[in-house]
């Protein structure tokens, strides 16, 4: 196959799988959390806060899979304060996810303290014995760890739900029409609430990933917008989860491939390649949301509004 | 058990009251936190709030006070024009790094000058670079539908590459041996924003954010297109019965909110930061956020809620150095704050009652 400037195109597929996995993970969780008709802006804080607590438990345990599972929790306690809010104070779900960033930013580099320079337990990739050996296919699809096959396992899972269950039916119900469901009988509060967990516990664990596979160490912030970019592949996926998996390996691909032209000396100066993730981001966010695709037809009917039932 | 009841109209006396209660509940939490980080709670409150404004040192911190709370609020009054109308510009912080570069290049390009006009032709520059940075989620939304609060904060990390680019490049002393950073405003009198009135911290981005209070406040009180701007935000529908076009308020919330932004900015790099560096720019933009809300949305609150988290930032350094309190902390701190002003403001919407059974 080609060689691009040094550039391996298996190995670079696979390490876009890999460099994707905390943008998908924090993706899929957040359209969840928005067709249940909420707008969980809080995610770059609940991501960087499973980095930390992930890290610390990764750190203190010994053990990786543990490390994920506090990041996990790490997300859904910061969330839970999120659901609090506003599913029971009813406070404004813009402003209460830019609190959640705020403060998340702050506590993580406040718990990161003297974990910097410290190197987390290995996360290894899965032995697949003698596939891993198959030409580029091995390469691709048999050397990487767990949570990479986890992070497309759980995206088939949320698809199914959402299509095929009855969860998922009553799921998009509620956040299609909030009061038609609560006249159904659903309990609103309850469903957003579990919800909100779901996406809490997902973007913690993307979060950890960053911090215990991706670096791999901790750094104060290190999710440098990794969560604002998972909501916009919510708007790109036009809440499809399918599309999350397409939007998630083209951002991880933009982001190693400007990487490794950083690294080969491209003759693009470092800081414009380095910012391409972030206008690309904007672009792609512009064609989807105009024109006849427009991607916000397809936005849960009560995203972002509050319900309070009166009756 | 309680439920809550939805008041006919907002309560006048909790709108007033949530910024107090959750700063009262902010002290305690934060307390708190002060002690499981093994600090003395009351001594760690009294260095962050009392200190720098009674304490020892209270003199020269009094000035630092207005240095921190100039940009702060004069941001907060941009943002909160466009909260009001229900446009979320999240990406002060870009506009404000804009601004500064925008304003630092003009001065630098004529460096050096002796003519006193330089100085106001860069705070129109930093002017025009918020405004221009503003503009581009607004055409965005306006012309695409794109949303404004994505775009604004992708465009943070976008200008916090061309701050780097600049510091390293562009804009970069030459005759700083190497260093990264633009040269100094302060060996530069024409270009300089210097202290007006000496111990004071006074300068002319405090005068200007001065200025914007009392233009939000006339704004809002006496002129229809403050009128507009809150009729949109509480009555999107009505508003568009009144004839307010909802794709000019955009355009003008978001190019008065990067306009403020990146005046804050020139004001800051031509002042109290001297330079363009890679990292002259502390949050200011984020911070602002906190500072528009816990004003709620309201000029002179704004100013107050400024002056309050000038203190914070005071009072966190000061903590730093004489308790050994992680600067981290204070970020948490500010972050809670806003937790527990959108808690308490539930207050002003709902009523809470006491269920009991039988009531209709």
């Given amino acids: 196959m080609m060689e691009f400037c040094g550039i391996n195109p298996a190995v670079l597929v696979a390490s876009l799988m890999v460099a994707s996995v905390p943008i998908l993970l924090a993706a899929i969780g957040e359209l969840v959390v928005e067709k249940s008709g909420v707008l969980n802006l809080g995610v770059e804080g609940m991501m960087i806060m499973g980095a930390i607590c992930g890290f610390i438990t990764a750190v203190s345990t010994g053990s990786p899979l543990l490390g994920f599972l506090g990041g996990a929790a790490g997300g859904a306690v910061l969330s839970l304060m999120f659901a609090f809010l506003t599913q029971v104070l009813l406070a404004n779900q813009v402003a209460t996810g830019l609190a959640l960033t705020l403060f998340g930013l702050g506590l993580s580099s406040l718990m990161g303290q003297g974990y910097n320079g410290i190197k987390p337990p290995l996360t290894e990739a899965l032995n697949f014995g003698p596939l891993s050996d198959i030409p580029v296919l091995g390469r691709i699809l048999f050397s990487h760890d767990w949570v990479v096959y986890a992070s497309v396992a759980i995206i088939a899972a949320v698809w199914a739900v959402l299509k095929y269950t009855r969860t998922g039916l009553i799921l998009r119900a509620v956040g299609e029409n909030h009061d038609a469901a609560h006249a159904l009988g659903y309990k609103v509060g309850l469903v957003r609430l579990l919800a909100i967990l779901f996406g809490g516990a997902l973007a913690g664990m993307g979060g950890a990933y960053l911090s215990l596979v991706r670096v791999p160490q901790w750094t104060d912030g290190i999710t440098a917008g990794a969560g604002w970019i998972a909501l916009a592949i919510v708007v790109f996926a036009s809440w499809k989860p399918w599309r999350v998996l397409i939007g998630g390996y083209l951002f991880g691909g933009i982001s190693v491939l400007q990487l490794n032209l950083q690294a080969c000396g491209s003759r693009i100066p470092v800081e414009y390649l380095s910012m391409s993730p972030y206008l690309i981001t904007i672009l792609v966010l512009v064609i989807m949301s105009s024109g006849r695709g427009r991607a916000a037809l397809n936005a849960p009917a009560s995203l972002g509004q509050s319900f309070h039932a009166s009756r | ?360």
């Fill in chain 2, 1 to 360: 058990m309680v439920t809550l009841e939805k008041r006919p109209s907002p309560s006048r006396f909790w709108s007033a009251a949530t910024p107090v209660v959750a700063v009262a509940l902010t002290m305690l939490a934060g307390g708190v936190m002060f002690a499981l980080l093994g600090k003395n709670p009351a001594e760690a409150i009294r260095t962050i709030f009392w200190d720098p404004l009674f304490g020892e040192f209270a003199w020269y911190l009094r000035g630092q006070l207005l240095v921190k709370a100039g940009p702060l609020i004069l941001i907060a009054i941009g943002l909160s024009l466009g909260f009001r109308a229900g446009i979320w510009n999240i990406g002060a912080e870009g506009q404000y790094i804009m601004g500064a570069i925008f304003g630092a290049s003009v001065g630098l390009a004529v460096f050096p000058t002796d003519n006193r006009l330089i100085f106001p032709a860069m705070i129109i520059a930093g002017a025009f670079g918020g405004w221009l940075w503003g503009m581009i989620p607004a055409i965005l939304k306006t012309r695409f539908n794109t949303n404004e609060i994505l775009v604004s904060l992708m465009l943070v990390y976008v200008a916090e590459k061309i701050l780097s680019k600049a510091a390293l490049g562009f804009l970069r002393n030459p005759e700083g041996a190497g260093f990264p950073g633009s040269r100094n405003f302060n060996s530069y009198p024409a270009a300089a924003n210097p202290e007006l009135i000496a111990g004071t911290g006074m300068h002319w981005g405090v005068v200007m954010a001065f200025i914007a209070v009392i233009f939000a406040y006339i704004l809002l009180q006496r002129h229809i297109l403050g009128f507009q701007i809150k009729l949109a935000g509480q009555a999107p529908r009505a508003a568009r019965f009144h004839g307010v076009n909802p794709q000019r308020m955009v355009v003008l919330c978001l190019g008065i909110s990067g306009a403020c932004a990146g005046l804050a900015g020139v004001f800051e790099v031509t002042g109290p930061a001297g330079q363009i560096s890679i990292d002259f720019n502390v949050g200011y933009g984020f911070t602002a956020i906190i500072v528009a809300f816990l004003g709620r949305l309201n000029p002179v609150g704004i100013l107050l809620a400024g002056l309050l988290m000038a203190l914070t930032y005071i009072g966190g350094e000061m903590a730093s150095t004489n308790l050994g309190l992680p600067a981290a902390a204070i970020q948490a701190f500010q972050g809670m704050l806003l937790f527990f002003l959108l808690a308490v403001d539930v207050m002003t919407n709902y009523r809470i009652r006491l269920f009991t059974k039988g009531a209709a």
